[in-house]
Structures are given as C-alpha cells and as structure tokens.
C-alpha cells in the first residue's frame, strides 16, 4: 500500500484497529456463548477433574434421600429445579466477558465448604473449552489485522489517497 499522506496513513491505521476489536469482540462473544453453553451442560452430571479443578465427589447419601423426598432427580449433583443452571449467563463488553450466575448458592458448589466439597462449575467449562477459544480469538485477530484492509476500502476510503 501506499499512502500519499500522513493523514491518510492514519486514518488507515483508525480503520484497522476498529476493525481488529469489531472482529475480537465478535469472537470473544462467540467464546462466552461457548463457556456459558458448557457450564450448564456441566450440571447435573458428575464431572471429571480437569487442571487445577477437582472431580465431582459423589453426593452424600443423606443429600440423595432428601433430593427423593422433594422430587428431585436421583445421582444428579447440582441440579435440582435447574434454576441454578438457567442461572449462568454471559455478558460481553468491549474486549471482556464475564460468565457467570447470580445464584448465590453456585460459589458455595464452586468453591466448596467446611461440610460440603468442591464440585466447580466454571473454572473447568472455561478449561474445556481452552482449545476452542484459541483457534476463535486467534482466527478474529488474523481477521481483523488482515480484514481490515477490505473493510477499509468497503467503507469507501481509498488507502492510497
């Protein structure tokens, strides 16, 4: 490309990082639709461990007859109604996205207490989905730095000017 400008070099240079965050951004929603779609499947089935995140231990007895008694279903950890599940939503603003829920009791089943263990929820969905978040950032950036170009001249400019 040429430029015959220090204007037009910069006004290129502006159409290219519009560009580069129109495409991330795409992708980052892409990815947290993803976590979050992950996140609910996770619940309701025993998980297995995955980096620094344990398995599922198996629920208490005592948990399994109250479960039964309310109506619940059996050798389901996590869900009962499914409110905690239909909880986690997402959120993206800019180059950021928060995956998460509102449900107080979900850092508890997170985190774990003094009497009831572990059984995380969105650190491993965010690991699982490690993979598929690389190849979605990486392909919107490639996109974006190289797109931008066609986006430029879409829009009517000509880099040349």
């Known amino acids: 490309m040429e430029f015959k ?21 795409a992708g980052l929603e892409k990815c947290a639709v993803k976590v979050e779609a992950t996140a609910k ?20 007895d005592s948990t399994e007859e109250r479960k039964a ?7 389901s950890p996590l869900l ?24 107080p009791k979900m850092v508890y089943h ?4 003094a009497k009831m263990p572990a059984r ?10 490690k993979e598929y978040i690389r190849r979605v950032l990486g392909a919107a950036t ?3 730095l190289f797109g931008g170009a066609v986006i430029h001249a879409s829009l009517g400019y000509d880099v040349r000017a």
């Open 80 to 103: 009962a109604t499914g409110d905690m599940r239909d909880s986690i939503t997402h959120t993206t603003h800019i180059l950021e996205a928060v995956i998460g829920s509102k449900d």
């Open 41 to 60: 499947g996770e619940i309701g089935h025993y998980q297995s461990g995955i980096g620094p995140f344990p398995a599922w231990a198996d629920l208490a």
């Open 110 to 113: 997170e985190f774990g207490t």
């Open 120 to 129: 995380p929820v969105m650190g491993p969905a965010v690991l699982r989905n």
């Open 5 to 25: 400008s220090l204007g037009s070099l910069a006004l290129h240079m502006a159409a290219q990082e519009v560009a580069l965050l129109a495409s991330l951004r």
């Open 69 to 75: 008694k309310m109506g619940y279903p059996a050798d």
């Open 142 to 144: 490639v996109t974006g």
